[in-house]
């Protein structure tokens, strides 16, 4: 049985953690939002820059903006003939 005192102060200690991992998504959120990189950022948080991006990846409002999948090469190759003939008749 874990004493009375000992249960509330690890109680305390997971409510203290879950609010300090809430303000560093929210800080590290508008950190990316306003153009800071994982380098950066891995510096304060004593992270490398790959270790920063991997525990915030989910929460990146830039990463978020992407598709969820890169184009297929046929994709692409659409797209960059729509492109260039876009270009060409523009310039008619």
């Given at each position: 049985?874990?004493?009375?005192?000992?249960?509330?102060?690890l109680?305390?200690?997971?409510?203290?953690?879950?609010?300090?991992?809430?303000?560093?998504?929210?800080?590290?959120?508008?950190?990316?939002?306003?153009?800071?990189?994982?380098?950066?950022?891995?510096?304060?948080?004593?992270?490398?820059?790959?270790?920063?991006?991997?525990?915030?990846?989910?929460?990146?409002?830039i990463?978020?903006?992407?598709p969820?999948?890169p184009?297929?090469?046929?994709?692409y190759?659409?797209?960059?003939?729509?492109?260039?003939?876009?270009?060409?008749?523009?310039?008619?």
């Amino acid at each position: 049985m874990v004493d009375e005192a000992i249960a509330q102060g690890l109680e305390a200690i997971v409510a203290a953690r879950a609010a300090l991992d809430s303000l560093e998504r929210t800080l590290v959120a508008r950190a990316r939002e306003h153009g800071a990189t994982w380098s950066e950022l891995g510096e304060p948080l004593r992270l490398s820059k790959q270790g920063a991006r991997r525990r915030h990846l989910a929460i990146d409002p830039i990463f978020a903006r992407r598709p969820r999948r890169p184009p297929t090469i046929d994709e692409y190759h659409t797209e960059m003939l729509a492109s260039l003939r876009a270009q060409r008749s523009s310039q008619r």
